[in-house]
């Protein structure tokens, strides 16, 4: 028997919502890694948190040199 489908809406709650962004960026995170590492391909993620914060993974040293260093939301 499989998982119940989640429905997917916005979190009302300001620290449950970030508790859950920071889980779910991490876990993004992991799957791009493991992703590069399976595939042999590069790969590169921009996440932009709800205070403006940036993330950014490249699977490469040289994916840094990609992501402009003055983006803002």
Same mark, same amino acid.
């Given at each position: 028997? /499989? *998982? %119940? &489908?989640?429905?997917? *809406?916005?979190? !009302? !709650?300001?620290?449950? *919502?970030?508790?859950?962004?920071? &889980?779910?960026?991490? /876990? #993004? +995170? &992991? &799957?791009?890694? %493991?992703?590069?590492? #399976?595939? !042999?391909? %590069? +790969?590169?993620?921009?996440?932009? =948190?709800?205070? /403006? *914060? #940036? @993330?950014? @993974?490249? =699977?490469?040293?040289? /994916? ?7 983006? =803002?939301?």
């Amino acid at each position: 028997m /499989g *998982r %119940e &489908k989640i429905k997917i *809406r916005k979190i !009302d !709650d300001i620290a449950a *919502r970030q508790v859950t962004f920071s &889980k779910r960026r991490q /876990g #993004l +995170v &992991k &799957k791009a890694h %493991e992703l590069s590492i #399976l595939c !042999d391909v %590069e +790969v590169a993620v921009i996440i932009f =948190s709800p205070a /403006g *914060r #940036l @993330y950014q @993974y490249s =699977s490469t040293k040289y /994916g840094a040199f990609f992501l402009p260093s003055s983006i =803002s939301c």
